[in-house]
Each structure stands twice: as structure tokens, then as C-alpha cells.
């Protein structure tokens, strides 16, 4: 799959809803002011191999900026990481999200008890098991939960997620996708990553994320 860098159908959604201008939540990032890694922003890049992530102008969900992270063929991970909300053992996420990385066993969103990437458990939120299909995934013992809802791929979607100390309930464009919940004892969590990770070899692929929020209670698509 050759890499989707936009084109005249898929232009940014000024002011599309789920942005951040008046959210006052515990986090809220429309990646339009400081980029990762700079004075101001909540977020680092990390990355492993040859994957590359970065602010992007050419997808947006509201605004004119996100956040693009693209996947070589080869194992590897690139994401945006955030700490400022923890430690933390119960929280509701919320992002947009625009996939054209779809080629294996894939992470896209998790939660580490550890901030070295690869080191201490995650719990992913959003995973491919291969099959194209939203999944929930625990490094620890490797239990994955497979939904029947298909993971979109060329368009803006809303993924939520409530991680509690007794598991991981997941929304999908505003309904509850309970397949997909992940029950049972959670640790603690000490930081968010959202992008693109594969275990082994795969097609070149893309993830956009926008507006991403991070709240005590339910954030919603709107």
C-alpha cells in the first residue's frame, strides 16, 4: 500500500466538531500550536527503525494540523507520548483518527506502565491482530479481544476509550463497542502513546491523529 498524502477530496475540516477550542478537559490537543517535543506541548516522538512521525498539514480532522506517523515494511514504532495526566488508573480517552495502516500486528493507541517503550506491560486500545478488525490487546500474557466492527481505513473516525481499574470499555463513533472490552485487573499507567507499531513485516502505512483528549469523565464524538 503506497502512502495516502491527501488530495483534493481529503482536505482538512476547519472547525470540525470534537476540536479543542473550548474544551476544558484534563488534556486537549488539536496539534494546531506547539509540535511535540517542544516548549508547550504535553508530547514527545518516539521512535524505532525506520518509521517517522511528525506534524502534518496535509489531513486534519478540525484545524488545519495532525499528526502523522508512517510504518516502513519492517518492524518498527513511531508515536507521540504523553505523561502530563499521570500516573493514572482511571481515565477516559478520546481521538480522531484517519488509518491507512492496516498489514498485521499492529498497535495504533495503548497505555504504558513504563515510559521506555518495549519495557513494562501496555495495554493497547487500539490494535490490529491482523484481521482488520478494532481490538483490544495486553502485552502482559498477550490476551487479545477481538471486536466484529472493522477498523475503517481513508476516513475520520471518533474512538473512545474508558480505562478502569477492572478493565477497558471501547466507543466507536459514539457507540459502545463491547466486543471489544478488555476485563480484568489493570496496573497503573504512567504514559499514552498514540501512532503506529508492528511486530514483524508488513506494508507501508499511515495513521493520522487529531484532536485527542484525556478527561475524567466521557469526552464524546462531539
Not at 513494562?120 to 484481521?131: A, H, I, P, S, T
Not at 485487573?185 to 485527542?212: C, K, S
Request: hydrophobic fraction near 40%; glycine fraction near 14%.
Amino acid at each position: 500500500m503506497s502512502p495516502d498524502t491527501g488530495g483534493p477530496g481529503d482536505t482538512a475540516e476547519a472547525g470540525g466538531s470534537g476540536s479543542c477550542a473550548t474544551a476544558g478537559y484534563t488534556l486537549c490537543d488539536d496539534f494546531e500550536g506547539a509540535a511535540p517535543g517542544a516548549a508547550g506541548s504535553p508530547w514527545t516522538f518516539i521512535m524505532k527503525g525506520a518509521y517517522t512521525i511528525a506534524v502534518d498539514a496535509t489531513q486534519a480532522h478540525s484545524g488545519t494540523h495532525s499528526i502523522h506517523a508512517m510504518a516502513t515494511a519492517a518492524a518498527g514504532y513511531a508515536y507521540i507520548q504523553e505523561t502530563k495526566t499521570f500516573p493514572a488508573t482511571d481515565f477516559w480517552v478520546r481521538a480522531y483518527l484517519r488509518l491507512q495502516a492496516l498489514g498485521g500486528h499492529e498497535v495504533y493507541v495503548g497505555a504504558d506502565t513504563a515510559m521506555d517503550e518495549g519495557t513494562g506491560d501496555q495495554v493497547r486500545y487500539l490494535n490490529n491482530m491482523g484481521g482488520a478488525k478494532i481490538a483490544t490487546n495486553r502485552r502482559a500474557g498477550d490476551r487479545a479481544v477481538t471486536s466484529a466492527t472493522a477498523i475503517p481505513q481513508g476516513s475520520w473516525d471518533c474512538y473512545e476509550w474508558h480505562q478502569t481499574p477492572d478493565g477497558v470499555h471501547v466507543f466507536f463513533n459514539g457507540k459502545a463497542i463491547t466486543d471489544a472490552d478488555w476485563l480484568g485487573a489493570q496496573p497503573t499507567f504512567v504514559a499514552l502513546v498514540f501512532g503506529i507499531e508492528r511486530f514483524g513485516g508488513g506494508m507501508v502505512g499511515n495513521i493520522w491523529i487529531d484532536d485527542v483528549a484525556i478527561n475524567s469523565a466521557q469526552v464524546g464524538c462531539n
